[in-house]
């Protein structure tokens, strides 16, 4: 793959603060969330700040940038982790953390054990700076059946996780989680 990959990374936010990212996320600027031009929706990305050596870990649940030279944009969140709100554009390094499903297709796992309903896999369905929205969340889930539990990593993120999902039944999954206006799932082996 093409990382770690260096290049200039700016941020945007207020004019796009509520509209549907090109995932079909909505954009909320106080997300760690970004733009890159390849990366499947989904995938962690640590960026880290050259100039100062100021890193942060963010999810790609868009599209672009569109500037040449540019090979990330992040969400104002982002870059206030980074310290570059005032510079606007800055030198990082992009290193992948962990790789999204593309466009919600996952790779098929072991083949043979699906039939046995063996091979399962963890969806992330979602990640929180405000643990509230999270635990909003897990009822909502519950609510429709799933067995939805929370994760509560370093980062200080709050994570939404279902546990356990037979890769035979994923496709079933991810688009009723569709139909809860749900779509950047990120498929975990774990």
Known sequence: SLLPESGLASWYGPMFQGKPTASGEIFDTNQLTAAHKTLPFGTHVKVINIQNGKSVTVR??????????????????????????????????????????????????????????????????????NPEYARELRKKLSREGFQADLEFPPTGHTRVVVRAIATAQLPLVLEKLKRLGIHDVLIRSR
């Open 60 to 129: 790609i649940n868009d599209r672009g940038p569109f500037i040449d030279g540019r090979i990330i944009d992040l969400s104002r969140a982002a870059a206030e982790a980074l310290d570059m709100l005032s510079d606007g554009v800055i030198q990082v390094r992009l290193e992948i953390l962990e790789a999204g499903a593309t466009q919600g297709k996952p790779d098929a796992g072991p083949e043979k054990s699906s039939e046995s309903g063996k091979a399962t896999v963890t969806l992330q369905v979602s990640s929180f700076r």
